[in-house]
């Protein structure tokens, strides 16, 4: 059996990454490290947990992180793990990391990334020298390079459903212009379980909140991965929405053909590129978020304009699993040579 010790266990990420640890066939929790709740079991942070891990949470420090594991995941936010990150190297640890800390591939990429996001407000790098030796962790698309890597940087949520919904048309080159403009919706989960007036249920309940238009950071990712799979700079033009539900994102994507194109065309190239992908659905009628809440899935569809000039696309995955912790455990299974199913095999909830 494999080791993981999760960093920032009592989040939201965390958490989900746990739930699925513990019906994995070949790992088990070596610990758990969190800030907050340091000193308390998991159980009673989260009841739900009763019987089925009774783990104490330990404060983080530089004694304890990457102790008695096989790898480390950090469900922490930007600029955590960077940190640690030379002393897990030194020790031959591998980890993953839920933030942007090890996303991109080159300071100027990070720094460009770390100049949207409103949290961050150094954009220089804590651990430059180790961007070489990370792999971007879209296991469909880069699941080589993870299965290689000893550091992986799990991508945003927004830009999980972006990337994989787009990442066909980019590589046979068939957005005109390299431009897309998406709109995508977002359940609440999504900003973490810190309370904040935004997700007041009172204001959020039966409504639609647009923000961070044009300037969310996930983009920057999105773009540059996308530009570098159809080989020119791409142009994301991206508006997320809140909405009052928990979990879930479904991005609609608008782009004009550099050729017409019918939907039948599409769907069949969307089939050939995703061939093999176990968690890659494609639908002949649009998704929704109901059918891909609570599993790894991401479900794809495509529409035609009549004269085949205009597409659009429409993905839909868990925010909490296909946009973070499933796609985290999914990687962690390549990091070690194992089915990318396991601990992840298990249908939608529905209704």
Do not use: W
Request: hydrophobic letters at 40%.
């Amino acid at each position: 059996m494999y080791r993981a010790q999760i960093v920032g266990a009592t989040g939201y990420g965390g958490l989900g990454i746990l739930e699925l640890l513990l019906q994995h066939p070949n790992f088990e929790v070596a610990s758990l490290v969190a800030r907050d709740d340091a000193g308390r079991r998991i159980d009673e942070v989260y009841p739900h947990l009763m019987g089925r891990c009774s783990l104490t949470v330990e404060a983080p420090d530089s004694g304890v992180i990457g102790t008695d594991c096989d790898v480390v995941i950090f469900a922490t936010p930007d600029r955590v793990s960077m940190g640690f990150a030379a002393q897990l190297a030194d020790a031959g640890r591998r980890f993953i990391d839920y933030s942007g800390d090890f996303r991109f591939g080159t300071t100027e990429q990070y720094a460009e990334y770390a100049a949207a996001h409103p949290s961050i407000a150094d954009p220089a790098h804590g651990a430059a020298d180790l961007l070489g030796r990370a792999a971007y962790g879209i296991p469909e698309l880069f699941g080589d390079r993870v299965t290689a890597a000893p550091i992986v940087g799990n991508p945003g949520c927004f830009a999980a459903g972006m990337i994989i919904g787009l990442a066909p048309l980019f590589a046979d080159r068939m957005v005109e212009g390299n431009e897309v403009i998406v709109d995508a919706l977002t359940g609440s989960s999504g900003a973490g379980k810190k309370p904040a007036p935004l997700q007041h249920f009172s204001h959020l309940n039966d409504n639609v909140v647009p923000y961070r238009v044009f300037a969310h950071q996930h983009v920057t990712e999105t773009s540059q991965t996308l530009g570098a799979l159809s080989g020119s700079p791409a142009t994301v033009h991206f508006v997320p929405h809140l909405l009052g539900v928990t979990r879930g994102i479904l991005s609609t994507m608008h782009v004009v053909l550099a050729r017409p194109a019918s939907k039948q065309e599409l769907l069949e190239r969307y089939r050939e590129f995703y061939d093999g992908q176990p968690f890659v659905r494609v639908l002949p009628t649009p998704p929704t978020l109901k059918g891909t809440a609570g599993s790894n899935y991401c479900d794809i569809s495509v529409e035609v304009s009549p004269d085949g000039r205009r597409a659009v696309v429409m993905s839909s995955i868990d925010n909490l699993l296909k946009g973070q912790s499933g796609t985290a455990m999914q990687n962690v299974n390549l990091m070690f040579g194992l089915d990318p199913r396991a601990g992840l095999d298990r249908p939608p909830l529905y209704p």
